[in-house]
């Protein structure tokens, strides 16, 4: 996901340094701000588990560590979406016009809700480390 959203941001950050862009309505660039900062947003969370290890790596708490990281991580898938969902809206109000951009801003909505959300909740919970009938090796497994 990292590569994907900073890619993004990238592109994002020379829009407005194209000579069309004076011509852009104020939904427009409303739809380009969120963008831009959700990019930015997403960027600097799917990057934090990196740092968060490195400053704490020492600190012998790895499930505290693993859980913040994980936090963290949603949180940038979660604002990635937002920043595809909004660059699609984008993309879409400026060629097709508001009409089709709302529905496929909806579509990009409900793909990437279903392929990084609604998928891999829809599973049953399965805990490697759950309890079981007491035999288990050091990895949680039953044999």
């Known amino acids: 996901m990292l590569p994907g959203a900073q ?9 407005p340094f194209n000579s069309s862009w ?12 969120l963008s831009l900062f959700a990019t930015l947003v997403a960027t600097t969370l799917l990057m934090a588990p990196t740092a968060y290890h490195r400053l ?5 708490n790895k499930e505290r ?4 990281c994980q936090r963290l991580t949603i949180a940038g898938m979660i604002a990635l979406a937002v920043a595809m969902v909004s660059a699609v809206g984008l993309v879409s109000q400026k ?3 508001s009409g089709l951009a709302i ?3 909806v579509a990009a909505a409900a793909v990437i809700g279903l392929a990084w959300f ?12 759950a309890p079981d009938d007491g035999e288990s090796d050091e990895l949680g497994r039953s044999d």
Do not use: C, H, K, N
């Open 56 to 60: 704490r790596w020492r600190e012998r």
């Open 118 to 129: 609604a998928l891999p909740l829809s599973t049953p919970y399965d805990r490697w480390d």
């Open 22 to 33: 004076a011509a852009t309505s104020r939904s427009e660039r409303t739809l380009y701000y």
């Open 65 to 68: 560590m693993l859980q913040v």
């Open 95 to 97: 060629v097709l016009g």
């Open 7 to 15: 890619v993004l941001f990238a592109f994002l950050l020379i829009v």
């Open 103 to 105: 529905v496929f801003g």
